[in-house]
């Protein structure tokens, strides 16, 4: 402990370089202005900034992309917010709970939860690498085909908690989402399923001009046609106070363990190769409808239903680095970019990486509180003016809004099917809408689904004769199995032990 | 509720050909599971939701309140054939050129606003959305005849 306490005190002096402070700065900004773009993720902000740092040192280049990464997370949260756009995947849960907030005129409250959630989460994911990152990393690698099957199915054994008042609809919802998983060439095989002829569904569907459509388009389409009353008056009307934006004691009581929650989860995850932050907030949502104290406000303004996908986003951001930097391996689409940067740079992330270059390792790790911290007050001085885009009129709000689900559907692969794609979603999802069919299922079924179709069948090819007790065998599996389990049937035991007469 | 009786039908017909297909692709063979195992298994379950849907619409009390109007369907329709006609104009008239007319022209159709003033708000927009798409993050978007 007290060697780790050293090692980070020298990161200090790295990283408080004034070179290095600039770079975290600038990357954190960077990383908060493409968070807050739909369309441009984390991979898309590395991806275009990587070719800048080609001549700077490596330290700083990879503090800056680093910046940039959890950076992003923040400002995913502030198009979900006020617009109902995520302006990432990992802002897609933060969509649901955060934009009925800002319709409820406490967009700014819905703001300083996502931000100080997100600095929590970061600074927890922050201390848990510090300490426990390169032992961590091991743990994710025993995660194999099998265990991932079982903590995905622990995962859609909780969908329960999304399906709203019509377990029917709820469900048929979920199954869109998984059907639409299957669009494209299948994994195992190379077959293509489901493409229709069409080469630009190959690859499957595409997802953030998915999320940009059920999410952005639709709400476009709400606003703009007859009959559906979006309550704009009370944004309009609702005085906006900074006072009021701050979070009070009991809020603040009631998101705490929210934050806390989860960071662990969010960390945990994005420890896993091939998760990310995207699967983390989902997880953490999905805990968060089962253990909060209030899962009936979920989905319709809780600032609990914001906290724990933020918190989750960028604690995973900080996990993705412990397989990156101890077994160069990484944990997530972004760091995948930073390992082609590092390599470049003559730099081989493994065991010997903290051995070899101690000063890179604990001066990027000790960057990370200052970034962290530079972030957050970033975004706490832009909130007074984030708040007011809610009460831009809607003539404006509009076309603007389109303008942007045009620009980031196409910026993801630069393809106008994409666009097109975006449209047809966009029209799902408000009839989606308009009948009651919940849409936080179809997402979470189209997140989590590609991942369990590609496992399961990896599990049972690994397994001795195609057996499915591989499920059983592997201890990890076995536990998020019987997990699932109890998690389905404790409930209708306790409510039938409620209801019996003698009780 | 009639709506539901509809969308219980199309659940229905879309559950059905992920079936048949999955079982076109193959469900199992000697090493597992096939490419077509989890359309099967996923098109049960949206066939069997679909089912218990359409059991509802039937024992629910006719509802004669639509719940989608004309109006809206036909506000629907012009929202998406304007929006449609802007991704056509994309490639031939640049990304920026279809965008701004779209501001322009939706800004003044929906507001009581001048020409004057919508032309400016919508040129406005455009040019930031035109800075930081295209000057700045370098997206490779259409540029069309006027290079915008």
């Given at each position: 402990?007290?060697?780790?306490?050293?090692?980070?005190?020298?990161?200090?002096?790295?990283?408080?370089?004034?070179?290095?402070?600039?770079?975290?700065?600038?990357?954190?900004?960077?990383?908060?202005?493409?968070?807050?773009?739909?369309?441009?993720?984390?991979?898309?902000?590395?991806?275009?900034?990587?070719?800048?740092?080609?001549?700077?040192?490596?330290?700083?280049?990879?503090?800056?992309l680093a910046g940039i990464y959890y950076g992003n997370m923040f400002g995913g949260s502030i198009s979900a917010i006020l617009l109902n756009i995520p302006g990432d995947s990992p802002a897609v849960m933060t969509a649901v709970d955060g934009y009925q907030l800002a319709r409820q005129g406490k967009a700014g409250k819905a703001l300083y939860t996502a931000f100080f959630a997100s600095f929590i989460g970061g600074m927890i994911g922050a201390v848990i690498l510090t300490f426990l990152g390169p032992a961590l990393a091991f743990v994710g690698l025993r995660f194999g085909p099998a265990e991932f099957t079982s903590l995905i199915l622990f995962a859609l054994m909780s969908v329960g908690w999304l399906l709203g008042e019509n377990p029917a609809k709820g469900i048929m919802a979920t199954g869109i989402g998984l059907l639409l998983s299957t669009i494209g060439v299948d994994m195992i095989q190379g077959l293509p399923r489901f493409t229709f002829g069409m080469v630009n569904l190959t690859a499957g569907i595409p997802f953030i001009p998915t999320v940009i459509g059920i999410f952005g388009f639709?709400?476009?389409?709400?606003?703009l046609s007859a009959g559906y009353e979006i309550g704009q008056t009370t944004m309009v009307t609702a005085r906006l106070s900074i006072r009021d934006s701050f979070l009070s004691i009991k809020e603040w009581a009631e998101v705490s363990f929210t934050i806390v929650r989860g960071s662990l989860i969010g960390f945990f995850v994005g420890l896993l190769p091939g998760s990310g932050a995207t699967m983390a907030s989902f997880m953490a949502y999905i805990a968060e409808m089962r253990l909060n104290k209030h899962p009936e406000r979920l989905g319709k303004g809780a600032l609990a239903g914001v906290a724990a996908p933020e918190s989750a986003n960028n604690a995973a951001s900080m996990g993705a680095f412990a397989p990156l930097l101890s077994l160069g391996?990484?944990?997530?689409?972004?760091?995948?970019?930073?390992?082609?940067?590092?390599?470049?740079?003559?730099?081989?992330?493994?065991?010997?990486?903290?051995?070899?270059?101690?000063?890179?390792?604990?001066?990027l790790m000790a960057s990370m509180y200052i970034g962290d911290i530079a972030v957050l007050l970033l975004c706490v001085l832009l909130v007074p003016f984030l708040a007011y885009i809610p009460r831009v009129p809607k003539a404006i709000l509009a076309p603007t809004t389109i303008a942007l689900c045009v620009l980031g559907s196409f910026s993801v692969n630069n393809s106008i099917f994409d666009?097109?794609?975006?449209?047809?979603?966009?029209?799902?999802?408000?009839?989606?809408?308009?009948?009651?069919?919940?849409?936080?299922?179809?997402?979470?079924?189209?997140?989590?689904?590609?991942?369990?179709?590609?496992?399961?069948?990896?599990?049972?090819?690994?397994?001795?004769?195609?057996?499915?007790?591989?499920?059983?065998?592997?201890?990890?599996?076995?536990?998020?199995?019987?997990?699932a389990i109890v998690m389905v049937t404790l409930p209708v035991l306790i409510k039938k032990r409620k209801d019996s007469p003698s009780a | 509720m009639r709506e539901d009786f509809i969308s219980s039908l199309i659940g229905l017909g879309l559950g059905l050909y992920w079936i048949v297909m999955g079982i076109i692709y193959g469900f199992w063979e000697e090493t597992g599971p096939a490419s077509g195992f989890t359309p099967v298994v996923f098109g049960l379950i949206v066939t069997v939701s679909s089912v218990a849907l359409f059991w509802q619409s039937l024992r629910s009390k006719k509802d004669?309140?639509?719940?989608?109007?004309?109006?809206?369907?036909?506000?629907?329709?012009?929202?998406?054939?304007?929006?449609?006609?802007?991704?056509?104009?994309?490639?031939?008239?640049?990304?920026?050129?279809?965008?701004?007319?779209?501001?322009?022209?939706?800004?003044?159709?929906?507001?009581?606003?001048?020409?004057?003033?919508?032309?400016?708000?919508?040129?406005?927009?455009?040019?930031?959305?035109?800075?930081?798409?295209?000057?700045?993050?370098?997206?490779?978007?259409?540029?069309?005849?006027?290079?915008?």
């Open positions: 402990m007290s060697e780790i306490l050293a090692q980070l005190f020298q990161g200090f002096t790295v990283a408080l370089d004034p070179i290095n402070i600039f770079a975290v700065v600038v990357g954190g900004i960077m990383g908060v202005i493409v968070g807050g773009l739909p369309g441009l993720g984390s991979v898309a902000g590395v991806a275009l900034l990587l070719p800048l740092t080609f001549k700077m040192n490596p330290t700083t280049a990879v503090i800056m639709a709400q476009v389409l709400k606003l391996i990484p944990g997530s689409g972004t760091t995948a970019l930073l390992l082609g940067g590092l390599m470049m740079w003559g730099l081989a992330p493994g065991p010997l990486l903290f051995r070899e270059a101690p000063e890179f390792v604990w001066g666009i097109w794609f975006m449209v047809f979603m966009g029209v799902v999802g408000y009839f989606m809408d308009r009948l009651q069919f919940p849409t936080p299922p179809l997402v979470l079924a189209l997140v989590l689904a590609p991942r369990l179709q590609t496992a399961f069948r990896q599990a049972l090819m690994i397994s001795p004769g195609g057996s499915p007790m591989i499920f059983i065998t592997k201890p990890i599996s076995l536990a998020f199995l019987l997990a | 004669k309140k639509q719940i989608i109007t004309k109006k809206e369907l036909l506000d629907l329709f012009k929202i998406c054939l304007a929006v449609c006609l802007v991704i056509f104009c994309i490639p031939r008239l640049g990304t920026f050129t279809s965008l701004g007319l779209l501001l322009v022209i939706g800004i003044k159709l929906i507001s009581s606003s001048t020409w004057l003033m919508a032309t400016c708000t919508g040129v406005g927009i455009t040019v930031i959305l035109y800075l930081v798409f295209k000057v700045w993050l370098m997206v490779p978007l259409p540029q069309g005849l006027l290079g915008f």
